[in-house]
């Protein structure tokens, strides 16, 4: 089982960045596709974006593109996502994710996540 570590969460202001990192440990890194999902309280989980093992190729959630950027670091175990122009709704608990079988529909491993908060 993959174990995943999140960091970077705070508070900012609208329109601020904030730069979240997951370490993984317990598999092969550079084999695994990563994801970046959030849930806020009475929502359903939001998929935020993704990036594959292979090319290292970006996916996202239409809400976020042009402000947030997923990038991995296969030599530090490491996922980042770097969020600009933030926006009260992106306020949430982040975490990354593992996909079952190369589909993000159902999730193999998950961190305990890092809250983001965006004020007005």
């Known amino acids: 089982q993959v174990q995943l570590v999140e960091s970077g969460g705070g508070s900012v202001q609208t329109g601020g960045s904030l730069r979240l990192s997951c370490v993984a440990s317990?598999?092969?890194?550079?084999?695994?596709?990563m994801g970046w999902f959030r849930r806020t309280p009475g929502k359903e989980r939001e998929f935020v974006a993704a990036?594959?093992?292979?090319?290292?190729?970006?996916y996202y959630a239409d809400f976020v593109k042009g402000r947030f950027t997923i990038s991995r670091d296969n030599a530090k175990n490491t996922v980042y996502l770097q969020m600009n122009s933030l926006k009260p709704e992106d306020t949430a608990v982040y975490y990354c994710?593992?996909?079952?079988?190369?589909?993000?529909?159902?999730?193999?491993?998950w961190g305990q996540g890092t809250q983001v908060t965006v004020s007005s």
């Open positions: 994710a593992t996909p079952v079988e190369g589909s993000w529909d159902r999730l193999a491993s």
């Open positions: 317990g598999h092969t890194f550079s084999r695994l596709a």
């Open positions: 990036i594959s093992w292979s090319d290292s190729r970006p």
